[in-house]
């Protein structure tokens, strides 16, 4: 299973910017959705993740500003960023989770995309 990710850019501080990921391949069902980011020189961390039944979890730095939602018919994964503060540039990675064709479980990673929060 394949992911690929867009949508980062430079944005301004208090600026939004939307970032998709969409999963291909032989896919029979997708359970978990989320977003991870990665700051230089810090370690890979959650910022928010999407059931399959569509519950939400954020990582509280980014409650109130960031919404993860999902597309099912286009296997898609979206995390739009509100209020953006220069805390927020990483290179931040989608990550899925589901069953392909063959009835085996896969878990896999998009290759990240980057958000530079600058004035």
């Known amino acids: 299973v394949q992911l690929q990710a867009c949508g980062g850019g430079l944005v301004q501080p208090g600026g939004s910017l939307r970032v998709s990921c969409a999963a291909s391949g032989s896919i029979f069902s997708i359970n978990n959705m989320a977003w991870y980011r990665q700051a230089p020189g810090k370690q890979r961390d959650l910022v928010a993740v999407i059931s399959s039944g569509g519950s939400t979890n954020y990582a509280d730095s980014v409650k109130g500003r960031f919404t993860i939602s999902r597309d099912n018919a286009k296997n898609t994964v979206y995390l739009q960023m509100n209020s953006l503060k220069f805390e927020d540039t990483a290179v931040y990675y989608c990550?899925?989770?589901?069953?392909?064709?063959?009835?085996?479980?896969?878990?896999?990673w998009g290759q990240g995309t980057q958000v530079t929060v600058s004035s």
């Open positions: 990550r899925v989770s589901g069953t392909v064709v063959a009835g085996r479980n896969f878990v896999s």
